[in-house]
Structures are given as C-alpha cells and as structure tokens.
C-alpha cells in the first residue's frame, strides 16, 4: 500500500509538466535503485507519461543498452543491465 501512494504522489508531481527523456531516465534509474524491475504501468506512473510514449521510452532505451526486457505479453519486465 506504500509502495502505491508513493508512486500516485510521483505521478501527480509530473503529470502537469512535459518532462524530458532524460528526466524519464533519472526518474527510471531512481525507481531501479530500489526495485528488481520494473513494468510500463509503474513507468507510467513515476514518469507521467501515457502508455504510448512510455513504451517508445522504454524501447529506446533498449536500443541504447540502458536496460533489458524480460518476459512477454502483461508479464513484461524492464531490467538494468
């Protein structure tokens, strides 16, 4: 239950502004820094961002080597390499 008032405070803090890729990242690496993994839901809420653009996010920072996807379908999860 902490967990999710945490990430509702977050996400009510960035959904009023446009934030940058970087500033999606930072927030990224800060959630990782206390969590195995994380999902495009949780990305979604600590970044503000919709599920389109997160998932054009995430992709691209696959493609930079920044993290790795785990799992398929719902079940998908992002990694830090």
Not at 19 to 36: A, G, P, T, V
């Amino acid at each position: 239950m902490r967990f999710n008032k945490q990430v509702t405070a977050i996400a009510e803090l960035h959904s009023q502004k446009n934030i940058s890729e970087e500033e999606c990242l930072k927030l990224l690496l800060d959630f990782r820094r206390k969590h195995l993994c994380i999902n495009r839901t949780n990305y979604c809420s600590i970044t503000g961002v919709n599920k389109t653009h997160a998932i054009l996010q995430l992709n691209s920072f696959i493609e930079k080597g920044m993290i790795h996807r785990y799992g398929s379908g719902k079940a998908v999860v992002y990694i830090q390499r």
